[in-house]
């Protein structure tokens, strides 16, 4: 960028030159205002004369290392842990929309409306998990005595649903039962119950 770039309505936009300051001074929820000592040193480019006050806050140690310039400003203040850990933090992009009208097709309505952003999408695409449950979590199917769930088709009636072998047994009945009935099970936890 050139000096010339930077010029809006005869100002630099970037709010140079800086006063001269001879060391740091913190400013409270504010970038901190850097020395910019007045040594009389002056530097000319394409006609236009430089001072300490045009020196952009540097890091040396990040110009040797990556062989670039990098704009580094210390914000101190509440305020810039809030903006990190918010930036951090921040969950995918949302949209919201309305759906009205007669009769509705809901899986063609949550295709519709689904929104997948860039970062979620670069996410699947390379597989990663979307999530992570530490210890893991398994549903327990409790109920009521003589009320669980029993999977059927259509066809059968309830006679021949009720007439099937075990069909008051689950998976966590059996589990119950089978560790009642053996002093030391199987050692197993419930999610690892066949």
Known sequence: ?????????????K???????????????SYSLYAMPDNSLVFEC??????NQYVVPYCPQLLLLFDCHFN????????????LSKYIYKGPD???????????????????????????ACWKIFEFNMYRESPAVQHLPIHLPNEHYVNFHAH???????????????QLTT??????????????????FP
């Not at 930077?6 to 936009?13: A, Q, T």
């Not at 580094?72 to 903006?83: D, F, H, P």
Request: glycine residues 10%; contains cysteine; proline residues 1%.
């Open 94 to 120: 949302r949209a919201t929309m309305e759906i009205s009208g007669g009769v509705q097709d809901e899986i063609k309505t949550h295709l519709d409306g689904w929104f997948i952003g860039p970062t979620e």
């Open 156 to 170: 059968q009636t309830v006679n021949e649903v009720l007439a099937r072998q075990n069909v008051e047994k689950i």
């Open 1 to 13: 960028m050139t000096i010339c770039d930077s010029i809006v309505n005869g100002k630099c936009s």
């Open 72 to 83: 580094v400003e210390i914000s101190a203040g509440l305020g810039t842990v809030k903006y």
């Open 175 to 192: 589990w119950f039962d089978y560790n009642s009935a053996h002093d030391n099970g199987l050692g197993l936890t419930y999610w690892q």
């Open 15 to 29: 709010h140079f030159s800086k006063e001269y300051r001879e060391r740091i001074d913190w400013a409270e929820d």
């Open 46 to 51: 394409n006609g236009a004369r430089f001072t």
